[in-house]
């Protein structure tokens, strides 16, 4: 839920909502409960969903200048979209602007890939493959499938994918994966270049 910066004045302490504050770049509060909602429901909005549609993650471009500090010196985390490699790696947050818009997006649709693998059960596993497809497979199924139609959208895409592969912040059957939707992505614009 998204509650408006007029509630940071004195009508509002935020230390009496359960929950957790995180400010957002558009001074908006994100919580992680429902307290606001119930107490200032006109001024209550919806969280927005992920993935968001494609055009909003170009809110925010790419800028090669912003700079994060490791071991005294400043670095970006890569030069160029197209890099393959990070010069330094990002963490869980970063500045926006600081990553390529795509990589926020491929980000996204990896972390909601992620959480709906996780929701597969060892029983739903094996009921989809002698029987009918469950529930939960599906959808786990479709949200690969987005990240393989994602990965072959753009050059920027596909070097989003190869530098999160490539770092070390993700677990490694992830990692793993990464790579794999990136070759099945080339053998498919290999065999479109022939």
């Known amino acids: 839920m998204y509650i408006h910066e007029d509630l940071l004045g004195s009508e509002v302490n935020p ?19 429902a307290w606001f909602a ?15 549609p ?15 500090r490791v071991d005294n010196r400043k670095t970006p985390y890569m030069a160029t979209p197209l890099d393959e490699a990070y ?8 500045a926006q602007g600081s990553l390529p818009p795509q990589e926020c997006e491929v980000r996204d649709y990896l972390l909601l890939a992620t959480l709906v693998r996780a929701r597969v059960s060892t029983l739903d596993f094996w009921c989809s493959q002698f029987f009918r497809e469950t529930e ?15 990965c072959r959208r ?21 990692r793993l994966e990464l790579r794999k939707i990136v070759s099945r992505a080339d053998l498919v614009r290999n065999a479109l270049e022939v």
């Open 136 to 150: 939960s497979y599906k959808a786990s199924s479709e949200a690969f499938k987005k990240l393989d139609d994602l």
């Open 38 to 52: 119930l107490h200032y429901p006109d001024r209550y909005f919806q969280m927005p969903t992920i993935p968001r």
């Open 54 to 68: 494609s055009e909003e993650y170009f809110e925010f471009p790419f800028d090669p200048s912003l700079r994060v």
């Open 87 to 94: 010069t330094c790696e990002p963490g869980q947050t970063f």
């Open 154 to 174: 753009s050059m920027e895409h596909r070097a989003a994918f190869l530098r999160l592969s490539n770092g070390l912040s993700i677990p490694e059957p992830i």
């Open 15 to 33: 230390s009496q909502a359960p929950g957790i504050l995180v400010t957002s770049p558009r001074r908006q509060l994100l919580v992680c409960d």
